[in-house]
T-cell receptor
Framework: KAGVTQTPRYLIKTRGQQVTLSCSPI?????VSWYQQTPGQGLQFLFE???????NKGNFPGRFSGRQFSNSRSEMNVSTLELGDSALYLC??????????????FGEGSRLTVL | AQSVSQHNHHVILSEAASLELGCNYS??????LFWYVQYPGQHLQLLLK??????LVKGIKGFEAEFIKSKFSFNLRKPSVQWSDTAEYFC?????????????FGTGTKLQVIP
């Protein structure tokens, strides 16, 4: 079956702009998590959604937001972009919230560059 | 708050050498432990996981990890590495946070295997 799909794969923005990233989970998976990956920082947890509800949120400013739709697809938005937001944004899906089953299935990520 | 430490940021080994990557976590309750791997140009995927039972768990491609509760450690091992093991390895732990299970990743260890 198809894996986790993230779009766009690459994008370049300038400071102050906003960006929306999309994630389509594996068919049947209802939980979607978002992570920010940067060199030296590893994966920083952004938020997790299950059945359209945000279940958990990491320590990121309010400029980072997300949502999940009834078909389990998820979007995350970053407003007023800063240079430090340049990173690989990873989406992971699981049947139920990932921690309970143990396995997260990751997409290839959306690489955001902020100039 | 839970945290994960991976002390080796970059490891270089020759083929056939033995591998041990350190992972220590900080959390006061029951945890589930994981190792994920990210091969160059590919998405993160699960290598192995520990929930309960035998503290020595075996994963794919000859990897194994040992959970030592008294040391809060979950080190990854492989007796003889291959060039194809070149990748970045992430340790992860789950524990309760805000009433929900939350996955926390370490900063990753880049393994380079020289032929």
């Amino acid at each position: 079956k198809a894996g986790v799909t993230q779009t766009p794969r690459y994008l370049i923005k300038t400071r102050g702009q906003q960006v929306t990233l999309s994630c389509s989970p594996i068919s049947g998976h209802r939980s979607v998590s978002w992570y920010q990956q940067t060199p030296g920082q590893g994966l920083q947890f952004l938020f997790e959604y299950f059945s359209e509800t945000q279940r958990n949120k990491g320590n990121f400013p309010g400029r980072f937001s997300g949502r999940q739709f009834s078909n389990s697809r998820s979007e995350m938005n970053v407003s007023t972009l800063e240079l430090g937001d340049s990173a690989l944004y990873l989406c992971a899906s699981s049947l139920v919230p990932g921690a309970n089953t143990g396995e997260l299935f990751f997409g290839e990520g959306s690489r955001l560059t902020v100039l | 708050a839970q945290s994960v430490s991976q002390h080796n940021h970059h490891v270089i080994l020759s083929e056939a050498a033995s591998l041990e990557l350190g992972c220590n976590y900080s959390y006061g309750g029951t945890v589930n432990l994981f190792w994920y791997v990210q091969y160059p140009g590919q998405h993160l995927q699960l290598l192995l996981k520990y929930f309960s039972g035998d503290p020595l768990v075996k994963g794919i491609k000859g990897f194994e990890a040992e959970f030592i509760k008294s040391k809060f450690s979950f080190n990854l091992r492989k007796p003889s590495v291959q060039w194809s093991d070149t990748a970045e390895y992430f340790c992860a732990v789950t524990g309760l946070s805000g009433g929900y299970q939350k996955v926390t990743f370490g900063t990753g260890t880049k393994l380079q295997v020289i032929p």
